[in-house]
């Protein structure tokens, strides 16, 4: 598996699946989840994920992608940072990891992620990063292309730190 990282809107990757960092009612929100839902188009994908019911922190559940370029949207649900003996590396790891057995069960090949938590859930960006590379990169799974999809520059240089010390090319290709 190749893992890129890449700075920009999630929105417009052009990628069989693009993860969402939702909350566990799966009712929209802002961040991500709110960009997302506009793009994809809010009516819509509201009334998918409504249909799906609630999605359990560490668990992940696929849409369509209705108008984005990406057929699918897997909707995974990070933790709240509290003070990091909550559990949350574990959940943060599963979210991860969820969201590639459900991309397996979509048959989708490239999935891109934003970093997931580390916005209104307050995750501090280089552990959630360093989490991220490393599920990511030890979990079985068809996907053969993962974008790591940083919306600053902080974030993006956080995943090329983690890549390049995994010995993996952090550059977009
Ligand atoms: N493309 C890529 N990344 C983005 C985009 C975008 N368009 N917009 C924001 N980010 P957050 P969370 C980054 O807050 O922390 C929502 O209300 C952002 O800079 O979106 O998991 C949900 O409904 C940050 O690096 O998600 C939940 O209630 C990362 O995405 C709650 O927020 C995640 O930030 C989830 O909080």
């Known amino acids: ?5 890449v700075q920009g809107d999630i929105t417009a990757e052009r990628v069989d699946a693009v ?12 961040g991500v989840d709110g960009a997302i839902h506009r793009a994809a188009g809010a009516e819509e994908l509201h009334a998918a994920c409504a249909a799906l019911g609630r999605c359990p922190t560490g668990d992940a559940k696929a849409t369509p992608g209705f108008r984005l370029a990406a057929r699918w ?3 995974a649900v990070g933790p709240r940072y509290r003070d990091g003996e909550h559990g949350e590396a574990e959940l943060l790891a599963r979210a991860y990891r969820r969201c590639l057995e ?6 989708a090949r490239s999935v891109a992620f934003p970093a997931i938590s580390t916005g ?7 552990e959630a990063a360093r ?3 490393a599920t990511i990169a030890s979990t079985p799974t068809a996907v053969e292309l993962v ?3 940083a919306f600053d520059g902080q974030t993006l240089l956080a995943y090329e730190r983690e890549l390049s010390s ?8």
């Open 102 to 107: 459900v991309a397996d069960e979509l048959g």
């Open 73 to 75: 949207v897997i909707h």
């Open 1 to 5: 598996m190749r893992i890129e990282a």
């Open 147 to 149: 974008r790591l999809v």
């Open 131 to 133: 989490i991220a590379v």
């Open 19 to 30: 993860v969402n960092a939702a909350n566990e009612a799966l009712a929209g929100g802002g």
């Open 166 to 173: 995994r010995g993996n090319e952090g550059d977009e290709g």
């Open 120 to 126: 209104i859930y307050g995750y501090p960006r280089d």
